[in-house]
């Protein structure tokens, strides 16, 4: 079983990496919006892995931070969401899915590609009784926790990139970011106010 390891990153897709073990294995590991503009290629990274073993096939999942496995975890115990969702879930930040649960906020998560409405509502009745989300816990704040980037180093085509990856068109998500305030500077702020403006 694959729980954390360091690789260096050799190709990278819309939610997905090509990673080269120290031995020279290749391994094809999905990831969150989040994790992907926070790495790049020809580096390596160490990472939380989630391993999903099932009788036809075997999927890796990888993290940056152990809170977001964490939550990917607890995300795939609701029936009707697998990993690729999850992953796809996990795009809107942790922070921002937490506070979006807290206040039932399911226009936000009906936003994510393959969520509906009563998926949204599912969500939202499986998370709202956790620990983390009743005592409002930013389970992003470890000392070792890698920090969102801020705004000025974004290229409008990562977060055009990561919204249409949502389902929303180039056009709408480009005319949205130029109404958006300028003093907004991380993914967890930006990307809910693009959304809201969409």
Do not use: C
């Not at 990917?72 to 879930?89: D, H, M, P, T, Y």
């Not at 998560?109 to 409405?117: A, D, L, R, T, Y």
């Not at 009745?125 to 969102?148: A, H, R, T």
């Amino acid at each position: 079983m694959i729980a954390y390891l360091k690789w260096e990153i050799i190709d990278l897709e819309a939610n997905k990496m090509l990673l080269l073990t120290d031995s020279g294995i290749w391994y094809e590991v999905w990831i969150s919006d989040i994790t992907q503009v926070n790495i790049s290629l020809n580096n390596s990274y160490w990472f939380y892995i989630y391993h999903h073993i099932t009788e036809w096939n075997q999927s890796l999942f990888g993290f940056l931070e152990k809170t977001e496995k964490q939550l990917f975890e607890e995300l795939i115990k609701i029936s009707g969401i697998w990993g690729k969702v999850a992953i796809q879930i996990l795009s809107l930040w942790e922070n921002t899915l937490i506070s979006a649960v807290k206040n039932e906020d399911k226009k936000l998560i009906e936003s994510i590609k393959w969520i509906g409405k009563k998926m949204a509502e599912k969500i939202i009745l499986e998370l709202k009784d956790k620990d983390f989300v009743k005592n409002n816990i930013n389970i992003s704040s470890s000392s070792n926790s890698v920090s969102p980037k801020i705004r000025d180093v974004y290229k409008e085509s990562d977060i055009v990139s990561t919204l249409t990856n949502m389902w929303y068109s180039k056009q709408a998500i480009e005319i949205a970011i130029s109404k958006i305030p300028e003093d907004l500077k991380t993914m967890e702020e930006i990307i809910p106010a693009v959304i809201k403006e969409l």
